[in-house]
């Protein structure tokens, strides 16, 4: 398959779109006795284990969360104690809870489902406090098991097309999926969550470095086989979904230590059997890029992104200006102590929210994303369209966020709760909450301009920013759910505006029922 062909990315989005009919049609149901466990565990390697003492960077959670350049210029090497609490802040364990047919273990970032299919992965050189290898990170005992000793990043370096980032960067962390720890549940429409569940860490992981003042870029452009290879993943059921070169240093001369031998090391059996899921992996292989001088120029053809200029608060009569909290007003409460107490909603009050917390939470969550592909200053692959229904000063109805104008613009007047409990797959959680943001991309010029991986780059792209308005409602003490959708209806119910978009995630934000009570209670 090749990645221009990308009829093979409008099967896929199509052939796992939800709609009212396909809900009752699908005879899927879950056999809890063959559900996969959520850890990839290695059953014959020794666990080095990771400093527990994590300490906090102090930089506020909102501020953290909205960092979208590089500012330090000066060699970073992370130490093995910041490498910690960036993992720990990204994909570990947060929570236990304890229900009565086990224990669920929460982590950091929020996943479709908590059946946690994304792994993360080292590839570093010698670090303070560690051996250069390949490494994987064990959220379940907070340790990190060696896949592979020695300096492999020249590895990933040749894959990437010799990506400026990761030529700079002393450890290179690398996100993959085992599809089958989701699909189980979700089936083909997994491959979506690849890409969701891979951004709710992502926007953790550029918080947690952000706040240590510790450089990071996303990769999407690399030789999938390559980096599969060097992780040891089964490309059968697993796959890297995406890169972050982390840290700065002068580009070293490091060894050649290719080939790279296939990897024999046994993992836990994830369930009784498994299910194959064909088209996630042709998903995947559609969008794979081949050899180093296919990454190279796939990242020169997306070179010519559309600028965007921001013009800021706008006197035009149509649009409504963000006013977001300023740098006084917002709370303080740092990164850890947010993402510490960051869960999904379960139930929403209905109340209302201020316009001011609208606002901050779209503007910080929106300040663009540092990518091998994007950069702040191009305008995203996704628009944000919201339905409001519960906040002060603002006339319920939807509108889309004019990104480069920093204003929101009423498409229609109306309480559509209803309508919004619907379009989030017939749930309570859209119906109640105050505003549902829905984010929408115009897959034909992204497809042109990244091919199949276009898809990768758009759905990356949206789940970061949803990520980020994650951490950005607990960081207001208000609450948030991502959440699936009827695809086709959403693009309607937002149309002419919409009309021709993809729906790619969807997030609810407001006051939760337990957060309300517990104010009266204070
Ligand atoms: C992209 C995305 C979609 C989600 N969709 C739903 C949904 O449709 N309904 C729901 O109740 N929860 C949904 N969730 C919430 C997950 O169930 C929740 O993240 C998971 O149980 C882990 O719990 P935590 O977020 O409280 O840590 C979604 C989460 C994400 C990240």
Redesign the pocket.
């Given at each position: 398959m090749n990645n221009r062909d990308v009829r093979a990315t409008w099967d896929y989005h199509n052939g796992t779109k939800h709609s009212y009919e396909s809900i009752r049609a699908n005879r899927h149901y879950l056999d809890w006795d063959n559900q996969p466990i959520p850890f990839k565990i290695y059953s014959t390697l020794s666990p080095i284990r990771l400093p527990e003492h994590l300490s906090s960077a102090g930089m506020t959670a909102l501020d953290a969360l909205s960092v979208s350049e590089i500012r330090e210029k000066s060699a970073i090497v992370p130490s093995l104690q910041t490498l910690a609490e960036i993992l720990y802040l990204s994909a570990g364990i947060t929570k236990r809870r304890t229900y009565p047919g086990g224990e669920i273990l929460?982590?950091a970032a929020?996943?479709?489902?908590?059946l946690y299919h994304i792994d993360l992965y080292l590839v570093c050189g010698t670090l303070p406090g560690l051996a250069a290898g390949v490494y994987h990170f064990g959220p379940q005992d907070f340790v990190l098991r060696q896949l592979r000793a020695g300096d492999w990043r020249s590895v990933v370096g040749r894959a990437t097309g010799n990506e400026p980032a990761i030529a700079h960067a002393p450890v290179i962390i690398a996100f993959a999926s085992t599809y089958w720890r989701n699909a189980w549940k979700y089936q083909s429409r997994a491959y979506r969550?690849c890409y969701?569940?891979s951004g709710?860490i992502m926007a953790n992981l550029l918080a947690a470095s952000a706040a240590r003042d510790v450089p990071a870029r996303i990769v999407l452009g690399f030789v999938d086989n390559t980096v599969s290879k060097l992780l040891g993943l089964d490309p059968a059921r697993e796959g890297a979904t995406s890169l972050v070169a982390l840290g700065n240093i002068a580009p070293e001369a490091t060894p050649e230590l290719s080939p790279i031998e296939p990897l024999v090391l046994e993992t836990a059996l994830l369930s009784k059997s498994e299910v194959e899921y064909p088209a996630m992996r042709a998903m995947h292989q559609a969008s794979s890029l081949e050899s180093e001088n296919e990454v190279i120029a796939w990242r020169k053809a997306s070179a010519t992104a559309p600028g965007v200029e921001y013009v800021g608060p706008t006197s035009e009569p149509h649009l409504i200006a963000l006013r977001p909290l300023s740098a006084q007003e917002v709370p303080s409460d740092t990164l850890e102590s947010v993402v510490q107490r960051?869960?999904?909603t379960r139930k929403f009050s209905r109340e209302s929210i201020s316009f001011h917390a609208l606002s901050t939470m779209l503007d910080r969550a929106t300040r663009g994303i540092l990518s091998d592909v994007s950069s702040p200053n191009e305008r995203p692959a996704n628009d944000l369209y919201l339905i409001v229904n519960a906040v002060d000063d603002l006339a319920a109805g939807a509108y889309v966020f004019r990104s480069d104008r920093r204003a929101l613009e009423l498409l229609k007047e109306g309480d559509f709760r209803r309508e919004a409990g619907y379009l989030?797959?017939g749930?309570e959680?859209p119906a109640d909450c105050s505003v549902n943001v829905f984010f929408l991309a115009d897959l034909n010029p992204v497809l042109q301009r990244f091919g199949n991986r276009g898809y990768r780059v758009a759905q990356l792209e949206a789940?970061v920013m949803?990520g980020k308005l994650y951490l950005a409602a607990y960081a207001l003490g208000l609450g948030a759910?991502?959440?699936?959708f009827f695809d086709d209806d959403v693009t309607d119910f937002f149309s002419p505006d919409a009309a021709g978009k993809s729906v790619m995630?969807l997030i609810a934000l407001g006051k939760s029922v337990k957060q309300s009570r517990d104010r009266v209670g204070s």
């Open positions: 929460f982590r929020a996943c479709t489902g908590a969550h969701w569940d709710t960051r869960g999904s989030g797959l749930q959680i789940s949803g759910s991502g959440l699936t995630f």
